[in-house]
T-cell receptor, first 111, second 113 residues
Framework: SQQGEEDPQALSIQEGENATMNCSYKTSINNLQWYRQNSGRGLVHLILIRSNEREKHSGRLRVTLDTSKKSSSLLITASRAADTASYFCADRGSTLGRLYFGRGTQLTVWP | DTEVTQTPKHLVMGMTNKKSLKCEQHMGHRAMYWYKQKAKKPPELMFVYSYEKLSINESVPSRFSPECPNSSLLNLHLHALQPEDSALYLC????????????FGPGTRLTVT
């Protein structure tokens, strides 16, 4: 299966703390993306990291990629209550048009 | 316009009804997707259209019938659904099949009674 594995499944932190989520695949990673989904809403694309990149930043987000371990991590710094959402990693895999999603991490940030 | 819109937001239908979900994008994207998402699960791919032609059908039951009338519109026709088909149905688009970033609509919450 090309589905990603994410951990933790759930993460609960206080505002101002950092949140780290991890994602791993059994197959090689091509173009790893992270998406956010607020409850019952659509997914919002956060960041894409390509297989030849090791680290990428976007605002308070920092994504790293370790192709040898087939894993990626998403760090959200100085978290806010508005960051409360589910976060999914997704890799394109070998088939064009198909994304292989991780199972998601539910992040709760308490004010 | 960087938005994917979906209508309706909510839909309740009986098992004998026929209804349609609609999706629209004006970003000039040439690939469009339907996903089904159950609570606390990742989205599951149903169909992919590229240049208005069906590219991927993930062995979806025939009671779901997709249609892509033009490059901006994507429909999902529903007929004789089962209660287990109740889910959030998400539409997405991308520049093409090669570009991995997909842009999602807000979804239609479907309840089959």
């Amino acid at each position: 299966s090309q589905q990603g594995e994410e951990d933790p499944q759930a993460l609960s932190i206080q505002e101002g703390e950092n949140a780290t989520m991890n994602c791993s695949y059994k197959t090689s990673i091509n173009n790893l993306q992270w998406y956010r989904q607020n409850s019952g809403r659509g997914l919002v694309h956060l960041i894409l990291i390509r297989s030849n990149e090791r680290e990428k930043h976007s605002g308070r987000l920092r994504v790293t990629l370790d192709t040898s371990k087939k894993s990626s991590s998403l760090l959200i710094t100085a978290s806010r209550a508005a960051d409360t959402a589910s976060y999914f990693c997704a890799d394109r895999g070998s088939t064009l048009g198909r994304l292989y999603f991780g199972r998601g991490t539910q992040l709760t940030v308490w004010p | 316009d960087t938005e994917v819109t979906q209508t309706p937001k909510h839909l309740v239908m009986g098992m004998t009804n026929k209804k349609s979900l609609k999706c629209e994008q004006h970003m000039g994207h040439r690939a469009m997707y339907w996903y089904k998402q159950k609570a606390k699960k990742p989205p599951e791919l149903m169909f992919v259209y590229s240049y208005e032609k069906l590219s991927i059908n993930e062995s979806v039951p025939s009671r779901f019938s997709p249609e892509c009338p033009n490059s901006s519109l994507l429909n999902l026709h529903l007929h004789a659904l089962q209660p287990e088909d109740s889910a959030l149905y998400l539409c997405a688009s991308s520049q093409g099949l090669v570009q991995p970033e997909q842009y999602f609509g807000p979804g239609t919450r479907l309840t089959v009674t």
